[in-house]
């Protein structure tokens, strides 16, 4: 309480004394002469250069704010539920309209319904009428070309050359008996490189159904044209081996196998095979009789049989 009573003495203190100068300092100003001159006005200064206006220094970048406090966790969202807004009740003139316009729209649709399903039996009937029309052309084309390809072989096989046995000759050679068989071509083409083969066998029985024809001799060459005849294949049988046929004592078998080819590009090379066996009669060697008849399966071709005709 003091201190502030002598705050307050010392401040009007000093007001009085600063009233006082200032009323002292108006009284001289008065108090001087006014024949004194007043002094010449000083002269005028040039007007200094103004300082460089200095470059504004680009602002600081702001630095990220440090969050003072930590974020508040992240909250679960809540459930907001759209509740639709009245809808203003309809007189009976709309309702009867929105149900024709429905009823228009669901006859409509059957219809479209119907059609869909017409055009998918009609395309289904133009497809299933595409496989059969495709199918008899495929079986048409598939029989024209076996037409084609069997009147190609009928042709061939009538024109092609058939090599086969017309006959079987024979006749005395000294002490043997020359038995030749007859090859014929009967087609309209001549044979290429054609061979023949023969041999015969005394046996004293029947031959077995595994007897192997073999040949001793190599095959003759020779050239077969339409409709020609040769003899070729001869074999020599002695005089004694036919009497003791005659006398039943043995049995004598000859046969032979003729190869060829036609001249008919792409076609398989032809055979022909034939067995005989020789009954004799009568007397040797100008009193004789020799027949021959088929014996075994040796007597083929190619085209009933399935041995190779190499």
């Given at each position: 309480?003091?201190?502030?009573?002598?705050?307050?003495?010392?401040?009007?203190?000093?007001?009085?004394?600063?009233?006082?100068?200032?009323?002292?300092?108006?009284?001289?100003?008065?108090?001087?002469?006014?024949?004194?001159?007043e002094?010449?006005?000083?002269p005028?200064?040039?007007?200094?250069?103004?300082?460089?206006?200095?470059?504004?220094?680009p602002?600081?970048?702001?630095?990220?704010?440090?969050?003072?406090?930590?974020?508040?966790?992240?909250?679960?969202?809540?459930?907001?539920?759209?509740?639709?807004?009245?809808?203003?009740?309809?007189?009976?003139?709309?309702?009867?309209?929105?149900?024709?316009?429905r009823?228009?729209?669901?006859?409509?649709?059957?219809?479209?319904?119907l059609?869909?399903?017409?055009?998918?039996?009609?395309?289904?009937l133009?497809?299933?009428?595409?496989?059969?029309?495709?199918?008899?052309?495929?079986?048409?084309?598939?029989?024209?070309?076996?037409s084609?390809v069997?009147?190609?072989?009928?042709?061939?096989?009538?024109?092609?050359?058939?090599?086969?046995?017309?006959?079987?000759?024979?006749?005395?050679?000294?002490?043997?008996?020359?038995?030749?068989?007859?090859?014929t071509?009967?087609?309209?083409?001549?044979?290429?490189?054609?061979?023949?083969?023969?041999?015969?066998?005394?046996?004293h029985?029947?031959?077995?159904?595994?007897?192997?024809?073999?040949?001793?001799?190599?095959?003759?060459?020779?050239?077969?044209?339409?409709?020609?005849?040769?003899?070729?294949g001869?074999?020599?049988?002695?005089?004694?081996?036919?009497?003791?046929?005659?006398?039943?004592?043995?049995?004598?078998?000859?046969?032979?196998?003729?190869?060829?080819?036609?001249?008919?590009?792409?076609?398989?090379?032809h055979?022909?095979?034939?067995?005989?066996?020789?009954?004799?009669?009568?007397?040797?060697?100008?009193?004789?009789?020799?027949?021959?008849?088929?014996?075994?399966?040796?007597?083929?071709?190619?085209?009933?049989?399935?041995?190779?005709?190499?």
């Amino acid at each position: 309480m003091m201190r502030a009573f002598c705050a307050c003495l010392a401040l009007v203190m000093a007001l009085t004394l600063a009233s006082t100068g200032d009323s002292d300092a108006q009284s001289r100003t008065r108090r001087q002469p006014r024949h004194q001159q007043e002094p010449p006005p000083p002269p005028p200064q040039q007007p200094e250069p103004a300082p460089p206006v200095a470059q504004p220094e680009p602002p600081p970048a702001p630095q990220p704010v440090q969050p003072q406090f930590p974020y508040p966790t992240e909250q679960s969202p809540l459930p907001v539920k759209i509740v639709d807004a009245p809808k203003a009740s309809k007189t009976e003139a709309e309702l009867a309209a929105e149900r024709q316009d429905r009823d228009e729209r669901a006859e409509l649709t059957e219809r479209l319904t119907l059609y869909a399903g017409l055009l998918i039996a009609i395309g289904a009937l133009l497809a299933l009428a595409f496989a059969l029309q495709a199918l008899y052309l495929w079986l048409a084309l598939r029989a024209v070309r076996r037409s084609a390809v069997a009147s190609e072989r009928n042709m061939t096989a009538v024109r092609r050359a058939f090599v086969s046995v017309g006959a079987m000759t024979w006749e005395a050679a000294g002490a043997s008996v020359k038995v030749s068989p007859v090859w014929t071509n009967s087609g309209t083409t001549p044979t290429r490189s054609l061979r023949v083969s023969g041999n015969w066998k005394v046996s004293h029985g029947e031959l077995p159904p595994d007897f192997t024809y073999g040949y001793a001799n190599p095959p003759e060459r020779l050239l077969l044209g339409p409709n020609a005849r040769a003899e070729a294949g001869s074999v020599l049988i002695p005089m004694r081996d036919v009497q003791a046929a005659i006398e039943g004592r043995v049995q004598l078998y000859v046969w032979g196998r003729a190869t060829y080819e036609d001249i008919f590009e792409g076609t398989q090379p032809h055979f022909v095979e034939f067995c005989h066996r020789i009954e004799a009669r009568g007397t040797t060697p100008n009193d004789l009789a020799l027949t021959f008849v088929y014996n075994g399966h040796h007597n083929r071709s190619e085209l009933d049989s399935q041995r190779s005709a190499a």
